[in-house]
């Protein structure tokens, strides 16, 4: 899910250096890490942006927003700090509601020590969504339902469309299905899991999440 080649700046690289890496690698942000390779904070096109807009415009008599005597000069002053990182082994469920709750497009990914090893982006984590049908499909029967303790993965249908999971056949025990729907949910790239296993009460009322 993350990318692992990372190019990362120190507090002290200056703005226009800065600038020219997000150009040269087409992206929009750098981690800023101190000398340990642990993350400061991150420094995006936002934020050099703001250091822009801050800047007096000859085309126009209206005063900048702000007039510092002095910009911003380096990813130290530029960066917004402190960083929110994410483990290795973070879902891509529970990296997705870390962006929405903190309101960050990307995530530093760092090791039980706090090093950088990696970033997630908005895009790293809608990846996963591409993946084929039948490699999903495979997951759930070898994964999910083959690893389960008394359900016979050959007695239940499994059907993948667009990411979108149905579930056949017979779950039993019954209070397995919970269980099955909730790895199924769990499996990357999958979009909904419908219940329609041999229940009655399901069939007429199919669960989806």
Avoid: N, W
């Avoid at 469920?93 to 090093?115: C, N, S, W, Y």
């Amino acid at each position: 899910m993350m990318t692992r080649e990372v190019v990362k700046v120190t507090p002290e690289t200056g703005f226009r250096e800065i600038v020219a890496l997000l150009r040269e690698y087409d992206i929009a942000a750098v981690p800023v890490v101190d000398a340990d390779g642990r993350p400061l904070g991150v420094v995006s096109e936002a934020d050099l942006l703001r250091t822009q807009a801050a800047q007096e415009d000859p085309a126009t008599l209206l005063p900048p927003p702000q007039a510092p005597d002095v910009g911003p000069a380096t990813a130290r002053e530029l960066m917004t700090s402190p960083a929110v990182c994410t483990a290795p082994d973070a879902s891509v469920v529970a990296a997705a509601r870390l962006m929405a709750r903190r309101g960050v497009k990307r995530l530093p990914v760092v090791d039980e020590e706090g090093r950088l090893v990696g970033m997630v982006s908005r895009s790293d984590l809608l990846r996963v969504f591409l993946r084929d049908d039948l490699v999903i499909r495979r997951e759930i029967v070898e994964e999910v339902l083959g690893r389960m303790a008394g359900i016979s993965p050959a007695a239940v249908g499994v059907e993948v469309e667009q990411g979108r999971v149905v579930l056949s056949g017979s779950i039993e025990p019954a209070d397995l299905v919970p269980i099955v729907l909730r790895l199924c949910r769990a499996v990357d790239g999958v979009v909904s899991v419908t219940d329609r296993t041999g229940r009655l009460s399901t069939a007429a009322a199919p669960h989806e999440g």
